[in-house]
């Protein structure tokens, strides 16, 4: 049985990743190492960088096999959170509970990689 805690632990990491989307993340707030020696510890990760750590990406196309959006699995297990960008959502899902959130910004650019991955594709 779902206690209040695990709702509010599903919740508050999908407000989390939310606000990440929206103001975006450096290296250094990801553990991560800069890639090229232009760039610094606090400059911010790109769309590319955020994807390496993702489970799973469904792509959406239409009819003719053009990129229209992705949902991103970025958390699983409990519990699992996928980014749908093309509603802009942020969608969590712990056993019988489900939370989503908006974003109104893609900081990271994180649309426009997934973008150029499906091209890659093609």
């Not at 206690?3 to 250094?28: M, P, R, W």
């Not at 994807?51 to 053009?66: A, S, T």
Request: a negative charge; aromatic letters at 10%; hydrophobic letters at 35%.
């Amino acid at each position: 049985m779902e206690t209040i805690k695990e709702k509010d632990l599903l919740q508050n990491n999908v407000d989390s990743i939310a606000k990440n989307l929206e103001c975006g993340l450096t290296y250094d707030e990801c553990g991560m190492t800069p890639d090229c020696d232009s760039l610094k510890g606090s400059d911010q990760i790109s769309g590319f960088d955020y994807l390496e750590d993702c489970l799973d990406i469904q792509w959406i196309i239409d009819g003719d096999k053009d990129f229209i959006g992705a949902r991103v699995l970025v958390a699983f297990g409990g519990p699992n959170i996928w980014i749908d960008t093309l509603r802009c959502t942020v969608d969590g899902h712990w056993w019988g509970d489900s939370y989503s959130c908006n974003y109104n910004f893609d900081a990271m650019q994180i649309e426009e990689a997934l973008r150029e991955l499906w091209e890659c594709t093609k």
